[in-house]
């Protein structure tokens, strides 16, 4: 019988971004970081004026931030542990929004941390990056996707509407103000600490396909 498949986002689902990234800026880049949910375009303020970062800087402070602290990420709580505990029941992929150059580097900051799975980049919405998976692997596949962001399970829902989707969100900086996916009905469910999604997987990797 073919094994499942995971398709797992990294940040704020295997990684903290968010906090170290705030620790970065405030510690050496001269920018406040006050972020409610995901709206990165208010978050970011010099210290000196108090003004909102330009886009251009804020993307310009994100590329620094993973070209030269992605080792200050840390796992979310119980991370590494379940997706070795899930390896055993299926195959797990990584889906990051990160550009096409950053891939290896990802795969070698997860491989560090105990985390040993394909890594697949991307940017913009998630949806048509897991059909493509999906088409590699075998369209056939009972799949799982798993990520932070609500547009991303609306786009692999209009995509690929079979896959079983669940939102989590293991920052807690942030959790609490995210558009929540499984309220707006494009998530199976909502979980954000790893000891309670490891047996939801499980129940579902190991459900017999209808």
Known sequence: MTRPLIISDCDEVLLHMVA????WLEASQGVDFNLEGHNFAEALRW????????????????????????????????AVEA???LSELADIVVLTNLVDERREKRAEQLAKV????????????KGPALKAILDEYGADRRAVFIDDLAQHHVSVKETVPNVV??????????????TCAHK???ADARIDRWADALPWLVARLEKEPA
């Open 83 to 85: 997706i070795n505990a």
């Open 20 to 23: 170290p990234f705030k620790k």
């Open 114 to 125: 105990g985390i040993l799975a394909p890594v697949y980049t991307n940017q913009g919405p």
């Open 47 to 78: 210290k000196a004026t108090g003004e909102v970062l330009q886009a251009m800087d804020t993307w310009k402070m994100l590329g620094r931030f993973f070209d030269t602290e992605m080792d200050t990420q840390e796992p979310i709580e119980g």
């Open 165 to 178: 989707r669940l939102h989590m969100c293991g920052e807690p900086m942030i959790a609490e103000g995210i």
């Open 184 to 186: 707006e009905g494009n």
